[in-house]
């Protein structure tokens, strides 16, 4: 497997530098594929005790389809790519895991901190450790409204200056979608639709936003990362926008129903900033029944197996 682009010369050096676990470490070394898995849906996205069967599942459907698992995290002040069981059973367990982005990273790090990692921090964590494919649920994005708050996630901007490829289905559907879209085209990021011609709808299966590009198997994501890498010019990300199935997306007019209810809930309580993503995330799992987070865990799980097939494309050439 080609090393990441993206990633420093330095990397292995240093007392802050991203800790490989051994399997991660020799999967590296013997060119094989590696994926990037995030910490906060286990330590913040999910209920106790499933979170830990989750992340176990998920690393073991990495597993399945070729590739070795990276889950990343923090644990006392370092940066770990790829956590032995009784780490992952940490994250899992602990409910002081703090949430960090890749703004946290440094103070994290210098503070002995231990936290799950979101899409900008293992994103850049993960580029930073050599790797060059990861795989999510849905990223963050702009803000309903932005033109009032200006609230836009922060991996946008990481993503448009890391050289990773990211599997993901779509951008959280509690956001302004076309607006992300722009933004992406903007700062750079390639979208490549995963067999479909609309953009996903993290939730749902389509957010009825076009996509410029399509690619239908794993061997046409790789070549898109080996023209990328061959033309060189600055790091971006290239985002791979994997659908969930039709029949596991959440209903559409129940998702439409509800997530007006949660706009109007989080407009009468005065919920601003950071607080916006969770409370409509919270508001939408509790009042489809649990539904919404299956979904979600269907695209995850999705994403997890593609990603890993996407790696083994491209380690293969």
């Keep these: 497997m080609h090393r990441n682009p993206s990633a420093s010369t330095s990397q292995e050096t240093g007392r802050h530098a991203p800790v490989l676990s051994t399997e991660v470490r020799d999967a590296l070394a013997d060119r094989r594929p590696v994926v990037a898995l995030e910490s906060t849906i286990i330590a913040h996205g999910l209920p106790r005790p499933r979170n830990l069967q989750v992340a176990v599942e998920l690393e073991e459907l990495v597993r399945k389809a070729g590739a070795v698992p990276a889950t990343v995290a923090v644990l006392d002040g370092r940066a770990h790519v790829g ?16 949430k960090l982005g890749h703004r946290d990273l440094a103070p994290a ?8 990692t979101t899409v900008s921090a293992t994103a ?9 494919v990861f795989a ?3 990223l963050g994005g702009v803000h309903r409204e932005w033109t009032e708050s200006q609230d836009e996630s922060a991996d946008l901007r990481l993503l448009a200056r890391t050289g990773i490829t990211v599997v993901c289905a779509g951008v959280k559907s509690i956001l302004d979608v076309p607006a992300t879209l722009q933004r992406l085209e903007t700062l750079g990021v390639g979208v490549l639709g995963y067999g479909t011609e609309h953009f996903p709808g993290f939730y749902l299966s389509s957010s009825g936003e076009p996509v410029d ?6 061997q046409e994501v790789a070549d898109v990362m080996r023209a990328r890498e061959e033309l060189g010019g600055p790091p971006a990300a290239l985002i791979v926008a994997n659908p969930v199935p039709e029949e596991e997306q959440l209903d559409p007019e129940v998702h439409d129903r509800v997530l007006a ?12 900033g950071q607080a916006v993503t969770p409370f409509l995330l919270e508001y939408l799992m509790r009042e489809t029944d649990g539904a919404s987070l299956e979904a979600n865990l269907a695209a995850v799980r999705g994403n997890v197996q593609l990603a890993a097939r ?3 494309a491209a380690a293969a050439r």
């Excluded at 790090?109 to 799950?116: K, T, V």
């Excluded at 590009?213 to 794993?218: G, Y």
């Design 109 to 116: 790090l210098a503070q002995g901190a231990s936290g799950a």
């Design 124 to 132: 850049f964590l993960a580029a930073r450790a050599g790797l060059n």
């Design 213 to 218: 590009w399509t690619v239908r198997t794993p």
């Design 261 to 272: 209810q949660a706009l109007d809930a989080c407009r009468e309580r005065g919920i601003v």
């Design 310 to 312: 996407i790696a083994a």
């Design 136 to 138: 999510t649920g849905g």
């Design 83 to 98: 956590l032995t069981a009784d780490r992952l059973e940490r994250v899992a367990g602990d409910p002081a895991m703090r």
